[in-house]
């Protein structure tokens, strides 16, 4: 594992934990996710392409961890969760935090989502479940699932 997985993985704070486990629920990462789509964005036409790229990254994003079926590091190592079951490249977590602060790229609360993007992909890491190379792939595939999605939202009107 590198570097950079190795010291944010190590790192440990009751709090942090906490926090990073709450976002690992799948229920309630799906409602930080909804929450941000519906209660962010006002335009009606926006929060649908939102919501296709979203769904469209969460597809991609476990396709190609069917591919390439990169083991979790948490199957070598130590994790402050149980290591969940599957493969850990590329985050589904980060892909779709960082898809959906690219739709924000032309909002004011852009600043507010790409931090938030940038914590959950954090997260990830710190819980041993992830490496960095995970989270940085996320964020290359959610800049092309983005950019298909937004060629075709605007080609088709």
Not at 3 to 17: D, F, P
Not at 104 to 116: A, G, H, N, T, W
Request: contains cysteine.
């Amino acid at each position: 594992m590198d570097l950079v997985s190795v010291s944010i993985s190590g790192l440990n704070n009751e709090y942090l934990t906490l926090i990073s486990s709450l976002i690992d629920n799948l229920i309630i990462f799906s409602l930080i996710v909804l929450f941000i789509i519906f209660y962010f964005e006002k335009n009606e036409n926006k929060r649908k392409k939102l919501f296709i790229a979203v769904i469209l990254a969460f597809l991609i994003g476990t396709m190609v961890k069917e591919i390439y079926q990169i083991e979790r590091p948490c199957i070598a190592l130590d994790s402050k969760i149980k290591c969940s079951l599957g493969y850990s490249f590329p985050s589904i977590h980060s892909i779709v935090m960082f898809t959906l602060a690219l739709g924000f790229l032309d909002d004011k609360k852009y600043i507010l989502i790409i931090v938030l993007g940038v914590f959950v992909a954090f997260t990830r890491i710190y819980l041993g479940i992830h490496t960095f190379f995970d989270v940085a792939g996320a964020l290359v595939l959610s800049t092309i699932v983005y950019g298909i999605v937004d060629y075709y939202w605007r080609k088709r009107k």
